[in-house]
């Protein structure tokens, strides 16, 4: 019973964070809301440290929500995230004319939401988790009202958004039929059981290819990738760079339960399947992403094509895949903060500093925002000795090990384009000239942000064991034996 | 009711047992809408009519039959012969199903409706939360007959009429909740099995939670029934007649035929759930007799509260739109709320409840009634004294 | 369930779904919609889920689709406007439906769940059970579903409330919106 109340009480303490979020932002008078955002940070910081206090509980409440390594895992990482994009915020939102102040309790929420997703060891529970951070991101997609982008953002993530969920549901509820349980370990001793049966086997596929459909789209992979440009460009900033690590992890922590543990006796019928969404995800996430002019709409594109990289470790499925998944995670979140970081921490009123040639000799105005934003872009590419490197190397590694030679190639063949357009973007700051109207100075709030994003792209890329060895902990117990 | 059918279905083995069912189901529910449901709703008209003249110092209805007792099946006549029309603009099939929609919402909720211990047509365990769904099938009928008359009035009554009914659905449900606490049961004779027949064994008098919780149900059941002070939807003189304006002879009647029904309902339902039901002090061992009394019991009790809506139809003026939405939101739900927690906690707390606290509650209730009516008649006789002295009689 | 019952039953419950689909007139799809799911409580009865049934009603026929409703009417939508213009896009719409109903019924018709005999405990579907099961096994989805609704909830509002309503931002709030309009 303990153990039960330990295990839900960092989610629980989360929650009433946030609601205690909303009704503080009730009576603040401060029109910029600091004194909201640094509550949300130290609530992220308190879910964090109780998940880490109370970490290692097996699978409670009927087996539905589990506080293992995993799942704390991913507290962390979502909370992080979540804490950078609330601090990315504190500047930005004032002068974006957003003036609401349940902009940090929403994406408090959304954090909750990836905290679920990592946690939930059951189909239901992950899917709520699935929805509240997606609700939540929905609003944060459209809350810049008096702009027509930011609407078009929100109302496409919706529609399409309800329609993956619909699709998810319904995958779940055949599965719930063949399976009688909808509890990750329950499911996969059920189909192990009747997987040749025969009878059932067709349902068995058009359920696990409405699941698949549903997270999906949450990650961006190709043919479910289409709204991730317009809603990274339309919604702002700060929002964007939460949806492109946040979300994202969220949506990877879910798929990877449900595919590597409920789906586990699937492997065969689903690895063909993953093989060419992770091959066409990367290379069509790379070859669109050449030719943008917008930085947001780029690193979208580049978004999609790092989910082609994380699914290729998904695919691979083994132990040591899955632990290098994870740290990508970490590596690819810090760089993307710090990508999206630069610009939130430039842009002003009226300039979004979102187009590429916004940022023409940046090096000679902002030397250090430049060189930042350098950085970030190498790591992004995959170069040594930075933290997107060492996860590319692991992840690839894994792959290999597993025997996905040519996804591998494949992959490292992306990695080669990619580095076309992310090295444009340093050519653009530090070889072009800077316009006549300089860019204001950077905010100091995002500046911070994207000092120490840079600061742990570097140490992941240099000391990456502690990270690598917390998600291999993290790992080895998913996977059931 | 399926003991009897059972019977019938023995008798003749080669019908099919379902078929039997079927037929005696439909037949028993036929026979209980024309015999009962209908009396009731046009002898309520009838009543309402009278009631609303004396208060207004009028005569009302008095031609038809004896005191006019038979107006309403002159009413019900000439509405079947007069012309239905279908004006050319509406959406036809969904105007002329509208009506049917709203009937068959409120005489379904007769099916769990208790009459007596022993006469119920279905006590269905999950009672009072199949009455309240099935009754929320009235508004879409409301909205369809709205929106198909394709006129801006109906619209209005329509959309009027579906906001009141989705809003007083919460404190309504709110305040069946502590009801359904001490109870420990959804079905309707359950929650009479759990009172007794004196007042202090009502649980309208077990705490001051169910009190309110009380007040609460009867003002939100007025209002989801469309009633005065809350009857927006049909507000005459902003919108015509609301959605009911398009709408001619019997199919006009209809609408009518189910609100006044409805006032039966809503009495039933405050009976039931606060008022102890049909309970009779076992004086008999004669199960036609007894069952006779407590039917007599509900009937009673139930058109009391029927008797109220129509006096306070008469006396209160209607609410505006945002009085009525703030009354709902601001006050309704959160009492309710408060009321839930408060008797979850008295539960808790006294288990057994307090006859202590009953007979307190008993009284007061008692003392502020014998004080209302000491100052209704003391209006009365100062009214009236020296003119109309037949109303003030008939008032006394 | 008695066949006399359940083929009335389920011919008026696909009829409507499909009334939702091919209606052209929103307000009729809405009230096809009502009527299907008023069919799915009634097979709910049948399958001794009376709370279900009945909840069914009170959620969906009575709150959801009322609200629909509400906000179709209000709107007065126009009816045979969208998908209709273009015949490639509901030529493609159409055949994907085809291909997952197509899909789905081949599936659900060669399962072995038919062969599976399930036995109900008395008590199956009444309150008591279906309560201890809601907040006993389900407990985590029951609460969780009540933040997710609250996440709803504050979301609408954050996106529905005009910007102007916080006292002062008024013209905060206008000036960047005329400026990013200049700039399109």
Known sequence: ?481 | MRAYLDAIAAGYPTVSPALVYLIGMLAFGALVVFVFILPVAGITSWVERRVWARIQSRIGPNRVGPGGFLQWLADGLKNLLKEDVIPAAVDVPLFRIAPYVVVAGFVAAFVALPFAGSLIIADLNIGILYISAITSLVVIGILMAGWSSNNKWSMLGGIRSATQIICYEIPVGLSIFPVVLLSGTLSMQGIISAQGWAPTSWHMFHSPFLFVSFLLFFVGALAEGNRTPFDLPEADSELVAGFATEYSGMRSLLFFLAEWGNLYVIGVLVSTLFMGGWQVPHFTDNGVVLAVAQFATMFVKAYFWVFVAMWVRATLPRVRVDQFMTLCWKYMVPIGLVNVVGTATMMVVLPQGSIVLRWIMVAMTAAILVQFARRVFFHLRRANYGRLGRISEGAA | MSPLAFYPLAFVCIASAMGVVLSRNPVRSALSLVASLFCLAVFYVFLQAHLVAALQIIVYAGAVMVLFLFVITLLNLESDRGLGEKPVLSAIGFGAGAIVAGGLIAALSRTSLGARAVTLVPTFGTTKVLARQLFGDYLVAFELTSMLLLVAVVGAVVLAKRDGSYEGDEQEAAVPARSEEASH
């Not at chain 1, 109340?5 to 960092?10: M, V």
């Not at chain 1, 040749?196 to 549903?214: E, M």
């Not at chain 1, 492997?267 to 290379?283: I, N």
């Not at chain 1, 890329?461 to 690598?468: E, Q």
């Open chain 1, 1 to 481: 019973m303990t153990q039960a109340i330990n295990s839900g009480l960092p989610l629980i303490v989360a929650c009433s964070w946030a609601l205690l979020l909303i009704v503080v932002e009730m009576f603040s008078g401060d029109r910029r809301f600091v004194g909201v955002a640094w509550m949300g940070v130290i609530g992220l910081a308190v879910t964090a440290a109780m998940s880490v206090h109370y970490a290692s509980v097996p699978a409670v409440y009927g087996n539905a929500l589990a506080l293992d390594g995993y799942a704390v895992y991913f507290n962390l990482l979502a909370c992080t995230l979540g804490a950078a994009a609330m601090l990315l915020s504190i500047d930005y939102l004032g002068d974006a004319g957003i003036v609401r102040g349940e902009y940090y309790s929403l994406m408090f929420f959304a954090v909750i939401g990836v905290v679920i997703m990592a946690a939930a060891t059951d189909l239901i529970v992950m899917f709520i988790g699935l929805e509240t951070m997606s609700m939540a991101v929905y609003v944060l997609a459209g809350i810049r009202k008096s702009d027509l982008r930011s609407n078009e953002a929100a109302l496409k993530y919706f529609l399409l958004g309800a329609l993956a969920s619909a699709l998810l549901l319904y995958g779940v509820a055949l599965l719930y039929t063949i399976t009688g349980s909808t509890v990750l370990a329950d499911v996969s001793k059920a189909l192990s059981d009747t997987q040749h049966a025969g009878a059932d086997h067709l349902v068995l596929l058009l359920a696990t290819g409405l699941v698949l459909i549903g997270f999906g789209f949450k990650i961006a992979a190709v043919p479910f990738h289409l709204w991730a440009p317009d809603v990274y460009e339309g919604a702002p900033t700060t929002v964007t760079a939460f949806m492109a690590t946040a979300v994202k992890a969220g949506g990877f922590a879910a798929l990877m339960r449900t595919v590597l543990v409920a789906l586990a006796p699937m492997r065969a019928e689903l690895a063909p399947v993953l093989w060419g969404a992770a091959a066409v995800t990367m290379t069509l996430g790379n070859v669109v992403a050449l030719r943008q002019t917008s930085l947001k709409r780029m690193l979208a594109y580049s978004s999609i094509a790092h989910t082609g990289y994380l699914l290729v470790g998904v695919t691979a499925g083994t132990n040591e895949a899955g632990s290098s998944v994870l740290f990508y995670l970490a590596a690819y979140g810090a760089m993307n903060i710090g990508a999206f970081g630069v610009m939130a921490a430039l842009a002003r009123r009226g300039r979004g500093c979102e187009k590429i040639s916004d940022f023409s000799g940046l090096a000679q105005t902002h030397p250090a925002m430049a060189c930042a934003m350098a950085l970030f872009m190498l790591s992004l590419t995959g170069i040594p000795p930075l933290g997107g490197f060492v996860g590319k190397l692991y992840v690839f590694t894994a792959a290999m090990h597993a025997g996905l030679v040519w996804l591998v190639v494949i992959a490292a063949l992306n990695s080669v384009v990619s580095a076309a357009y992310y090295l444009g973007v340093v050519r653009t700051m530090y070889f072009d000239n800077a316009p006549a109207d300089v860019l204001p100075p950077a905010r100091p709030y995002a500046a911070v942000v994207v000092a120490v994003a840079a600061v742990v792209t570097i140490l992941l890329g240099v000391a990456p064991s502690p990270v690598l060895g917390s998600a291999a902990r993290a790992f080895s117990k998913v996977l059931l034996g």
